[in-house]
């Protein structure tokens, strides 16, 4: 081989290292570096979630200060209501509200769009409206007014569907979104209001969303 092939080559090498390097940082900084939306933000290091939220808003996250309850569960399935947050001038049980759920199925067997089955359907374990109602209160008449979609909110993968339902005489509606990390577990959040309010906070709800964090799967990219 002479010296001016073995230049050619180390060249060309050189050049494919170059073109990589440029690749390889942004694809990493677009898989673990987020922004969030809101300056309040409430993280929770039992279950690896953060949720943002607006300046006049509340939260609650139970009397140990990491879950409100323990859902009833078949088998192995352990679930959790974990935090519930509300407009403070509304208050916790008031018209607004947006619920954090977390599953751990340990089942390798479930798939994203096997759990958004099982939420829409009555006779599954993890029936929507059978899931934890806290101090009493209740879904009645309770209908899906969608058709189950797919949504990045935050660079992450969700299942989510529309329903309504009535509650103490009043219209509600609500919107689900449902995504799973690695299928042995998965996190549900639902939004929901009175439908005479529901329009004017969807931007809000919709905010919320994109400010949800899964902590251990993301850097954050502080304001």
């Known amino acids: 081989m002479t010296k001016l092939t073995r230049i050619k080559i180390l060249v060309a090498v050189l050049l494919v290292?170059?073109?990589?390097?440029?690749?390889?940082?942004?694809?990493?900084?677009?898989?673990?570096?987020?922004?969030?939306?809101?300056?309040?933000?409430?993280?929770n290091q039992r279950f690896y979630y953060s949720e943002g939220y607006p300046d006049d808003w509340a939260y609650s996250i139970g009397d140990d200060d990491m879950h409100i309850a323990e859902l009833s569960t078949r088998g192995n399935t352990e679930g959790y209501l974990c935090a519930k947050f509300f407009p403070e001038a509304s208050g916790y049980n008031g018209d607004i509200a947006v619920t954090i759920y977390k599953y751990n199925t340990n089942s390798m067997m479930n798939t994203l769009n096997g759990i958004t089955d099982n939420l829409m359907d009555p006779e599954s374990n993890y029936y929507l409206n059978d899931v934890f109602v806290e101090e009493e209160l209740t879904r009645d008449s309770f209908t899906f007014t969608s058709d189950p979609a797919s949504e990045k909110p935050n660079h992450f993968q969700w299942n989510t569907a529309n329903y309504s339902f009535v509650r103490e005489g009043e219209d509600w509606k609500g919107k689900f979104y449902v995504s799973t990390g690695n299928n042995t577990w998965f996190f549900l959040v639902c939004m929901e209001a009175k439908t005479t309010v529901w329009d004017e906070n969807l931007s809000t709800f919709n905010d919320m969303m994109a400010d949800f964090g899964f902590e251990g799967f993301e850097k954050s990219d502080e304001k």
Request: proline share 4%.
């Open 17 to 43: 290292i170059a073109m990589a390097l440029p690749m390889f940082s942004c694809n990493k900084d677009q898989e673990v570096t987020v922004s969030h939306i809101f300056e309040k933000r409430y993280i």
